[in-house]
């Protein structure tokens, strides 16, 4: 929901988890800095979902957790979008379980 996280942080559940111990997961699992990153995984699903063209770029930038470069209006438009967004996400995973299903990947 829109209190929550998929991936909070170990410390407080207010906060989600970071890109330092997602990459932390990456490295324990064996891939190396050249493989694969929070950031490079982040850039890559911002890439197909713009190139897709289903989507507004805003709705996409939100998703992500891009911050909005005026403070304010940022704080009382976290919601904005979050019905596209939500439909994006499920886009996004079904896309990926192709990917992953298909000789594609």
Known sequence: GREGYVFPSARSSKRPMSENTLNAAFRRMGYSKEEVTAHGLRATASTFLNESGLWNPDAIE?????GDSNV??????????WDERVRMAQWWSDYLDEL???SKA
């Open 100 to 102: 992953r299903l298909s």
């Open 72 to 81: 304010v209006r940022g704080i009382y438009h976290r919601g904005k979008h």
């Open 62 to 66: 939100r998703a992500l957790a891009h």
